[in-house]
């Protein structure tokens, strides 16, 4: 199961306020895109288009070539999945409950605990390694199992193409490699289509096989790690001095600034 | 925590033994009242005769006090129990507020402002739930319009609300000057909120109302739950926000008009089923049935209690659910400002 989502000469604007202008991109089909830039770049707005929760001013969203606005909403949560960059759950509820609630497309008023849904919700409290878990609050939870629990009922919607805003803000050093590195496991055994605003260059160049960079509302650099994170792009996009050396284990472009 | 999961033919259900088991108890408690509201009161009856009665075979005293006098109030209690849990519920849920209730944000005020000028203007009472309905959807409209910011802002909408009832209240009050001194007095009995002198006519409006609108709200509980997460949660699972939010504002206030148009505005009854229906369920949900049941039990005890007192005193049902209702409004108002400060 695949799914095409692109945009042609996305430009929102609220107001007077441009956030986005002239954004053409397609992601490319079960690979890992990384949308990078400084702050107030319109990373995040891009994101927020791309899953239909924003209106563009101009141009369009497509999923599968159809325009996005204009599917019925149910259809596109069969599709694309988004893990905001802010998650708030009511009070009271449960690991369970929450992956639970990623089934909403598949589910309606009648139908709401088929056998399909309990294994999905299952495999995917597993997936993230939650089992044990499972029934405590999500008020009891670090902020790491906080967004494997999260991530688990994105997972649940089981959709082609998943989107993450920011999905290792509130997260320490350990915690926002292990979230990246189980992105990058969920991709490759699933085939996913993925995309993700990400605020570190580094974490990006290791994680990500396309990065997408932003600066003053337009893309200025798109391709791999290795042809992006490079010492004038970044003078460029962040206004910072640099230099950009391979990461002893891997081999990916590292950015040490001065 | 344990779960039941109900799989029937395509329907499938989990549902948590606690709720199950909540549900279960109210159902009884509801039935425990309907049964002594028919054979209790300042004239005991046996639950024989009460059979009898309804078998044609009693004496024609006693068919006449539970058929025409005690089914009605009964059948009409429980109607407006339920419709005013599930609407309170409802609201209270959207607005992730427990103070934003039909009855404190200018529905029921509404609803009862429609049916006052219907009387008072056209003389006659069968248009009491048309009334009912238009003034309760034109409040509606007035509370969320002027507290409108970009969206729906839920804190905003309590504080319009309680001025926009306050405002309701002077304008009835006025209508009721027009009218003669009799008319004012019965109307005053029903503005409390009473269940006396019920019509199984009237009941009939209020049943038929709520045999279409209460499957509705059951079911729609499925996108409200949903929408009560984050806006761009629910957006990105499916739900359409802005269809789920009209709808569950277009049942709430028809369920409150119906409930007025039966027993006048009875204070409080939407307001408190809903927190008490999660006291009962601890963190669990669904909510929305155990509500209505709730709604149902405080509506029937306080007809209960108003029957028990000495004649002469028939004091409105509406007194009694005020009685219970206040406090519990003064400790959710305590409970959720401390939340808010820590």
């Known amino acids: 199961m695949t799914a095409r989502l692109s945009c042609e000469n996305l430009t929102l604007s609220y107001g007077k306020v441009t956030v986005l202008k002239d954004v053409s991109l397609t992601l490319p089909e079960g690979k890992i895109t990384a949308i990078v830039g400084p702050n107030a770049c319109g990373k995040s707005s891009l994101l927020r288009c791309l899953c239909r929760l924003q209106s563009p001013t101009q141009g369009q969203v497509r999923l599968n070539d159809a325009p996005i606005h204009k599917l019925n909403t149910r259809d596109v949560a069969r599709q694309v999945a988004l893990l905001p960059q802010k998650t708030n759950a009511p009070e009271g509820m449960r690991v369970r409950d929450l992956v639970i609630r990623g089934r909403t497309p598949h589910q309606s008023p009648l139908r709401q605990w088929s056998h399909a849904d309990q294994t999905i919700v299952d495999d995917a409290i597993e997936r993230v390694g939650l089992t044990a878990r499972a029934e405590q609050l999500l008020s009891d939870l670090s902020g790491g199992q906080m967004q494997r629990a999260w991530i688990a009922m994105v997972l649940a919607q089981d959709t082609p193409i998943l989107l993450l805003d920011e999905p290792t803000t509130f997260l320490d050093l350990p915690h926002q490699r292990d979230i990246l590195q189980l992105v990058r496991d969920l991709q490759r055994d699933k085939g996913l289509t993925v995309a993700m605003v990400l605020h570190d260059i580094n974490l990006a160049a290791r994680f990500a096989d396309q990065i997408v960079a932003l600066k003053q509302q337009k ?40 | ?305 108003s029957q028990l007192m000495p004649s002469g005193f028939g004091l409105p049902a509406g007194v009694f659910t005020a009685l219970v209702g206040a406090p519990v409004l003064i400790w959710v108002l305590l409970v959720h400002y401390r939340k808010q400060r820590s």
């Open chain 1, 219 to 258: 893309i200025v650099a798109a391709g791999a790690p290795i042809e992006v994170v490079t010492q004038p792009n970044i003078s460029e996009i962040y206004g910072l001095d640099c230099a950009v050396i391979p990461d002893p284990h891997y081999g990916h472009p590292h950015i040490i600034m001065k």
């Open chain 2, 1 to 305: 925590m344990s779960t039941v999961a109900l799989r029937l033919g395509g329907a499938s259900f989990r549902l948590a033994r606690r709720v199950v088991l909540v549900n279960l108890l109210l159902a009884l408690g509801v039935h425990v009242l309907l049964l002594s509201g028919l054979m209790g009161g300042t004239y005991p009856i046996a639950g024989a005769d009460v059979v009898a009665a309804f078998q044609g075979t009693a004496d024609p005293i006693t068919s006449m006090v539970v058929l025409e006098n005690r089914l009605p109030r009964v059948v009409t209690a429980l109607g407006v129990g339920l419709a005013l849990g599930l609407a309170g519920e409802m609201m209270q849920t959207l607005l992730r507020n427990p103070i934003a209730s039909p009855d404190i944000i200018g529905f029921t005020a509404g609803a009862g402002c429609g049916a006052v000028f219907t009387v008072a203007f056209l003389g006659t009472s069968t248009l009491v739930v048309p009334g009912a309905l238009a003034g309760g959807l034109l409040a509606a409209a007035l509370v969320i319009g002027l507290s409108w910011q970009r969206g729906i802002s839920p804190g905003q909408l309590v504080i319009t609300g309680i001025g926009v009832t306050m405002t309701l209240g002077v304008v009835t009050d006025l209508l009721m000057t027009r009218m003669d001194a009799t008319a004012a007095a019965a109307l005053v009995k029903w503005l409390v909120g009473s269940l006396q002198a019920r019509s199984l006519d009237e009941a009939k409006v209020l049943w038929i109302g709520l045999a279409i609108l209460g499957p509705l709200a059951l079911r729609h509980q499925f996108a409200l739950a949903r929408v009560s997460m984050s806006e761009e949660v629910a957006t990105s699972l499916g739900v359409d926000i802005t269809r789920a939010r009209l709808i569950t504002l277009g049942l709430s206030v028809a369920l409150v008009a119906l409930a007025v148009a039966a027993a006048g505005p009875l204070p409080f009854v939407a307001f408190v089923a809903g927190p008490i229906a999660h006291g009962l369920n601890g963190k669990n949900r669904p909510t929305l049935l155990t509500a209505a049941l709730v709604g149902a039990i405080i509506t029937l005890s306080a007809d209960a209690v």
